[in-house]
């Protein structure tokens, strides 16, 4: 299994995390797994939001030292 | 201390000029050396082309002869390069020449490829090149009424431009007497109007305001021509009768070929810029994986820096400086009236109410542009 690929948008205003990850998406296969790192209280919320309105899997989502580390696999 | 920039554009071109004039004695008494390969020997002026597409530009305003902004110590070639042979410290280009280098830069931009969704080329109209901006400038032209909805993919060049095109749009039908035949609809990626929330605050009740209707979370995914549909990742549909479209963005080719980042991004280092695992190549502009906006802007920036620190590991042997992440945009917001987006790594923008004087700043700029490139702006 390849490692887990880490996004790290923290202090990313524009694209800003949300966008950064379906950015890097586009380019990925079905079946890897990305763990985005984000300073954007907003992107706990938008970014499960996005994975389950698209059907990707979110893996896992949590706060760290004021940094939101949110796990996920592409799922098509 | 050969330094070899690739690619011409916004980027490369302030670069190769801000580091001719502070290593002019060294390039004089040929201690250092400093070439530039490009794909073409025109520069155009891209943000232009958002003018182009409402008839406000004209195509040759675009354009200026690449070598003409050029300091006379930068060897200048267009070639473009086809092969990266990063362990060997040397490029092979088009022409089948080598070339080695001390110091690489990659400065080669960004691409819409309309072709990643289906239906999109054959079905949208689109402003991203100087072909498209004409034909969705004589689609303009025709276009009597109905509903126009914008749609963006992502990554894109120039975070400003969904709304930009939208704004203008409204004034562009406004003056031509038929906006009550026209429904404006807006379609945004994320879960807000921008990806900038102070800029998206500001613009959800310009919209409102405007008449301008808006939806989030919508990523295309499909172009139903026949039915005038354009499909959602999340499911919903928007019915067009003209679709305005930013289509999503890869880096060149010629970067995925040599297998340097994926969808041609570059890994790079937001601060040192450089490319990662490659302390003597550096990545600026549009073609870094960097999450920060893929903007003139922000190439002009990384430029300044990199110059600064490439000509101190000329003159000190060792870089000066982090890069800070600045980015300055303009949001043009009509036809007549402008404001800006100002941030960096640390301090998000606050984007003050339109005024005539910024969008006359702008207009300015888009002629002062050539001394911006030439480095002295
Ligand atoms: C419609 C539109 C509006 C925009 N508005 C704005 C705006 O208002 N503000 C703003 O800041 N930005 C704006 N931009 C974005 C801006 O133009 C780009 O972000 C900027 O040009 C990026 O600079 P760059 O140096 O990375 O790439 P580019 O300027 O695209 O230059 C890339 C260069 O690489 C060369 N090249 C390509 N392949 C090769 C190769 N294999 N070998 C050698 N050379 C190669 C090309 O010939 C070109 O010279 C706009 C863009 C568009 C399309």
Redo the contacts with the bound molecule.
């Keep these: 299994m390849a490692e887990r690929q880490i996004i790290d948008a923290r202090g990313s205003f524009c694209p800003g995390p949300l966008m950064e990850l379906i950015a890097r998406l586009k380019f990925a296969q079905v079946g890897e797994e990305f763990e985005v790192l984000s300073t954007d209280q907003g992107s706990a919320n938008d970014i499960p939001e996005w994975l389950n309105k698209v059907g990707h899997q979110l893996l896992g989502a949590r706060e760290e030292a004021g940094v939101w580390h949110i796990a996920l696999r592409k799922m098509k | 201390m050969n330094i070899l920039i ?7 071109t302030i670069l190769a000029n801000n580091l001719a004039r502070r290593l002019a004695p060294e390039l004089r008494a040929g201690k250092a050396h400093l070439m530039m ?4 020997d025109k ?1 155009m002026y ?2 232009g ?2 003018y182009l597409a409402l008839g406000r530009m004209t195509p040759d305003e675009l354009y200026r002869d690449q070598a003409s902004l050029l300091e006379p110590e930068i060897e200048f070639y267009v070639d ?3 092969e990266f042979q990063l362990d060997q410290n040397r490029v092979k280009t088009k022409s089948g020449k080598t070339y080695g280098y001390d110091i690489l830069v990659i ?4 691409r819409p490829v309309p072709e990643m969704i289906p239906g999109l080329a054959e079905n949208a109209e689109t ?2 090149t100087e072909q498209s901006a004409l034909k969705m400038f004589k689609r303009l032209q025709t276009f009597q009424g109905g509903r126009v909805v914008i749609a963006v993919g992502v990554p894109h ?2 975070p ?2 969904p709304l930009e095109i939208t704004f203008m749009l409204h004034d562009y039908f406004k003056d031509r007497g038929i906006r009550d035949k026209v429904q404006l609809h807006y379609t945004y990626p994320i879960g807000r109007v921008h990806s900038l929330e102070n800029v998206a605050k500001w613009a959800t009740p310009e919209f409102d305001r405007l008449g301008i209707t808006y939806e989030t979370l919508f990523n295309m995914k499909e172009v139903d021509g026949k039915n005038r549909v354009v499909k959602s990742e999340e499911g919903t549909e928007a019915r067009y009768d003209l679709l305005i479209t930013i289509p999503a963005h890869k880096g ?1 080719e ?1 970067v995925e070929k040599n297998k340097l980042g994926a969808g041609g991004f570059i890994p790079t280092d937001k601060v040192k810029l450089t490319m990662e695992g490659r302390p003597n190549v550096y990545v ?4 870094t994986n960097i999450p920060i906006s ?6 002009h920036y990384q430029a300044e820096t990199l110059g600064e620190n490439i000509a101190a590991i000329v003159k000190l042997g060792a870089p000066v400086r982090d890069h800070d992440g600045k980015v300055f ?2 949001i043009e917001c009509g036809k007549d009236r402008a404001t800006y987006a100002m941030f960096n790594y640390t301090t998000p923008p606050d984007p003050k109410a339109p005024t005539k004087a910024v969008h006359w700043f702008k207009m300015a700029y888009n002629k002062l542009y050539w001394a911006s490139a030439r480095g002295l702006l």
């Design positions: 690739v690619g011409g554009g916004m980027g490369g390969l490009s794909a073409s520069h891209q943000p082309l958002l473009p390069v086809e400065a080669t931009g960004s402003f991203y060049k120039c400003m431009a060149m010629i600026i502009g549009d073609t893929k903007a003139g802007s922000t190439a945009c303009f």
